[in-house]
């Protein structure tokens, strides 16, 4: 795998081409001027005017727009479920003003004080629980740590959400210098599935796209797209005007009909360069994971990404096993049912085996459930329990058969669990180094929907590498 300087550089040639072909595509529509035709059949003719057409303060005011977007969508997007442990509102800030002793920075307590304070305000709800609110403390706690560690003083508010999916990431609310802020988002299963190493790895991540400044490049990177956007819109509604001006005709549903077709190729035109960004994207992040490995170690990081991917298998062997399950019987609304199985999981499970076991029986018992009740059949729970054991063997048995595709892959994928020889669920040095062998050895996935998505079989995730490459860019850069 290339070096980190080589992938640095890939991503800056494919950010500059991105740009590039932007503000080309910007000089052309900005040049482009609609004018009546009586004689064309479709009324209107395009032509090249020789002065630029958009003026200087809408240039300015488009490209300032995505910076505000940026902003209101920041602020949208937390609250809710989410609970801030970095912040004003904070429980830190809370324990400082509690506990100052005259230092208003003061951030040892003894564990007595922690405990008394949390526990006052403990609610007892799912969410308020004092088991709860010592977790958000403690990771408060890391947190800061690590932001006092790498000194990034931009991050202002880090918030924990509730969602099932493991994932965090880093918005940049206004992103301007000496204004900007970054806010981190921890999705609540990281802290599910990760142990106080690994969840530290996936924060210093976080904290390497803000010192990296990487959502404000973000933000750079729309603002052009605003301005081809609003510089084909002036020309597409001057050609519609052209148009409805006209007594309406036959020709009229042909010129409307080349108006679509002029849209579709806008439309493709404008996409064309979103193949490049994505590949700067992938670039990011193993950038990103290069700055976490630095401070935290690659071990744990490797960990962390390879838990995470299991999660995310557990989530994709729900769906995918509902989908053939629906396939057989028709008719259930599956994102709702994969929602409510997430919910009734244990939140580190992290076995897609037993998720696909799980999303079987759940299915197998909701549907009987709407059989019995439904045609208000009276059954015994223990005659019940019997169907569903009944039912449930037979479709998982169904599946060897339905779905071949699965058992024979089953080689190309090498799972982490195998090279963990002392079985203590973390790979170390040695392991992970076996791991890597293995996978080379016979160009393997690390997950199933890795391979599904390198035959073509599942959309690929563009914005992010697969697992197995951010750990063969990690090892080839880090280890020896
Ligand atoms: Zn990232």
């Known amino acids: 795998m290339a070096s980190k300087n080589v992938i640095s550089m890939q991503r800056w040639i494919a950010i500059i081409a991105f740009l590039a072909y932007d503000f080309i595509q910007i000089y052309i529509v900005g040049h482009l001027i609609v004018e009546p035709n009586a004689n064309y059949i479709i009324r209107y003719q395009v032509r090249w005017s020789p002065e630029f057409q958009l003026d200087t303060l809408t240039l300015l005011g488009l490209l300032l727009i995505p910076f505000v977007i940026s902003y209101i969508m920041a602020l949208n997007s937390v609250g809710g479920d989410m609970v801030q442990i970095i912040g004003p509102d904070s429980l830190m800030k809370r324990m400082q003003m509690e506990f100052h002793r005259g230092n208003p920075e003061a951030r040892d307590f003894t564990e007595d004080e922690v405990d008394h304070f949390l526990l006052e305000l403990s609610t007892g709800e799912p969410q308020g629980t004092f088991e709860n609110l010592k977790m958000l403390f403690h990771l408060g706690i890391i947190t ?7 000194g990034i003083k931009s991050i202002k508010r880090v918030f924990v959400s509730d969602d099932l999916t493991p994932n965090a990431f880093t918005l940049r609310v206004l992103p ?46 729309y603002s052009p797209r605003l301005v081809i956007i609003f510089g084909w819109s002036i020309i597409l509604a001057a050609m519609a005007n052209v148009i409805l001006n006209e007594p309406f005709t036959l020709d009229s549903m042909l010129r409307f009909a080349t108006l679509l077709g002029f849209i579709g190729v806008i439309r493709y035109l404008m996409n064309a360069g979103q193949g490049v960004i994505n590949y700067a994207y992938r670039r990011t992040e193993l950038l990103a994971d290069y700055y976490a490995a630095k401070i935290i170690g690659l071990e744990d990081l490797i960990n962390a990404l390879i838990k995470i991917g299991s999660r995310g298998e557990v989530i994709n062997s729900i769906s995918r096993e509902l989908k053939r399950l629906e396939k057989m019987s028709g008719e259930v609304p599956i994102e709702q049912m994969a929602v409510q199985i997430m919910n009734y999981l244990d939140p580190s499970e992290t076995d897609a085996a037993v998720a696909k076991e799980y999303a079987v029986e759940f299915y197998v018992r909701s549907k009987l459930n709407q059989i019995f009740r439904g045609f208000q059949i009276s059954i015994s729970d223990s ?87 951010r750990i063969f860019f990690l090892h080839d850069n880090l280890m020896d």
């Not at 210098?177 to 924060?203: A, C, H, M, T, Y």
């Not at 796209?209 to 973000?218: F, K, Q, T």
């Open 383 to 469: 005659e019940f329990n019997n169907y569903v054991q009944q039912a449930k063997a037979n479709m998982l048995k169904s599946q060897v058969s339905a779905t071949p595709l699965i058992s024979e892959s089953e080689e190309q994928v090498k799972d982490w669990k195998s090279v963990d020889i002392d079985q203590n669920k973390k790979l170390d040095i040695e392991e992970i180094k076996d791991l890597v062998l293995q996978l080379r050895k016979n160009d393997s996935s690390i997950f199933q929907s890795e391979l599904l998505e390198r035959t073509g079989q599942l959309p690929q995730v563009k914005t992010h590498p697969q697992v197995s490459q």
């Open 144 to 150: 800061q740590t690590l932001i006092n560690q790498t």
């Open 176 to 221: 301007i210098p000496f204004l900007g802020q970054d806010w981190i988002i921890i999705n609540r299963n990281v802290v599910d599935i990760l142990d106080d190493q690994e969840i530290k790895s996936v924060i210093a991540h976080e904290i390497g796209h803000a010192a990296r400044r990487d959502s404000w490049l973000n933000a750079m990177l």
